[in-house]
């Protein structure tokens, strides 16, 4: 404490203590880490009554049907069941994907079943038709489904017509289109040692291969973790302790071999999975570390917000639909090569609604600026695991219909109360 006498003042003065004696803040992430597994207890409880759910509640779902179903058939947590449900599922997930975006955005996309069946008549005619090389004929196809998507943007984004019109009318006019590429016989068969036969149908029969994607996944995220934990703590932030990062990757570990031995219990690792399982990291990672994944969630947020921070939000509005309309072909390839061949029937059917499900029952919010690309892969499971275990049992389609609706209400349920629970306590 020191005095000060002042000309304006008769009598001593005393002044604060300096400020460098002052108690620092101290940032509550750092007591929770200091207070160990009771802190993180408390943490995870704050977490919940905050509606800050994350993928909980989908994980919890996994476990139950898988529950469920083991329980009513042993062979559904088989090694061949288990698998096929994979391969099944990577199509109508590779859709989700670009749905995730759209959600994100805060918008809708009712064209996406259309026009993976587009791409997969476009590949088909010109592959078998006109003697395109495969390869070609595929990106092509890809390109198609992006252009369309493209065009849905631009009527969106520059004209002002509401997203949901735009692709409804792309829903009903692509289907048509595609009717009219496959012309009168409305059946085109593909080559079943092809390239797009390969998708759902090629398997890497060393045991070397699963697990070492599972080795690599693994690897990839404690480094990445270690590589953000140093960043941080570079930066003077909080970060996390070496102990928690080991035993995150630990519960990431787990699984990943446990499914990589069940893979190679029946044919090996499917060329399905991992190309799906890239697109989803590509995706994520694009989301979640770039400027552009950060602009996408600025316009979910608010677009006024976005607009006054200087996004050029119609050029971002148009790529999220041209990428929803590159994965919904992507998983048109998927889904003709489950068949191999493109007919009439293709992108009909309840894949729209399953794609759309698959991104809201994983965790992305209807009401956009929250979501991920893993709810994509966690919904999808979610969806095919209920037909897998479904047809096990032999209970007939109108009920999986039924359910996977009352499991999509509950997720929207969830989601909504979430929301409404995080504005209470501050948090949205």
């Not at 959600?103 to 009712?110: A, K, R």
């Not at 989301?287 to 969630?297: A, C, D, P, Q």
């Not at 997720?411 to 909504?416: K, M, R, W």
């Amino acid at each position: 404490m020191t005095t000060d006498l002042s000309e304006n003042a008769g009598e001593p003065r005393e002044t604060p203590p300096a400020a460098g004696q002052a108690v620092a803040a101290v940032d509550p992430r750092l007591l929770v880490r200091e207070e160990g597994f009771a802190g993180y207890w408390s943490e995870f409880r704050r977490k919940l009554r905050s509606g800050e759910l994350g993928s909980l509640p989908v994980v919890v779902g996994l476990i139950v049907i898988g529950l469920v179903f083991q329980v009513q058939d042993s062979a559904f947590l088989g090694a061949e069941n288990l698998s096929n449900l994979f391969v099944t599922a990577a199509g109508t997930g590779l859709i989700a994907v670009g749905i995730v975006f759209v959600l994100v955005l805060g918008e809708i996309d009712l064209s996406v079943g259309s026009v993976s069946g587009l791409a997969a008549a476009v590949l088909a005619v010109l592959n078998v038709h006109h003697g395109v090389p495969e390869w070609l004929a595929l990106l092509l196809a890809l390109l198609t489904g992006a252009l369309a998507g493209a065009l849905h943007g631009f009527f969106f984004a520059r004209i002002g017509v509401p997203a949901f019109v735009v692709t409804l009318a792309g829903l009903l006019g692509w289907n048509g289109l595609m009717l009219q590429v496959l012309g009168a016989n409305g059946t085109v068969n593909l080559d079943d040692s092809g390239l797009v036969a390969a998708l759902t149908n090629h398997y890497f029969t060393d045991i070397a291969a699963a697990y070492g994607l599972a080795t690599l996944a693994v690897a990839a995220f404690f480094l990445a973790s270690w590589r953000d934990s140093r960043r941080r703590e570079a930066a003077g932030v909080p970060s996390r302790p070496l102990s928690e990062l080991v035993l995150r990757t630990a519960a990431l570990a787990v699984p990943a071999y446990v499914v990589a031995w069940l893979f190679n219990q029946y044919k090996g690792l499917p060329l399905a999975v991992v190309i799906f399982l890239g697109v989803v990291v590509a995706s994520d990672f694009v989301l979640r570390r770039t400027s552009y994944g950060r602009k996408v969630f600025a316009l979910g947020g608010s677009v006024e917000a976005a607009r006054r921070a200087g996004i050029d939000v119609a050029a971002v509005r148009i790529s999220v639909f041209a990428l929803s309309g590159a994965t919904a072909a992507l998983g048109g390839m998927f889904l003709a090569s489950q068949i191999n061949a493109a007919n009439q029937s293709s992108g009909a059917g309840s894949l729209l609604m399953n794609a759309i499900a698959a991104a809201v029952i994983g965790g992305t919010s209807l009401f956009g600026g929250r979501g991920s690309a893993w709810s994509a892969l966690l919904g999808v499971l979610v969806i095919q695991s209920i037909a897998s275990g479904m047809a096990l049992l032999g209970i007939a389609s109108a009920v999986q219909y039924m359910i996977t609706g009352a499991v999509l209400l509950a997720a929207v349920v969830i989601d909504s109360l979430s929301r409404r629970t995080q504005k209470t306590a501050g948090r949205a």
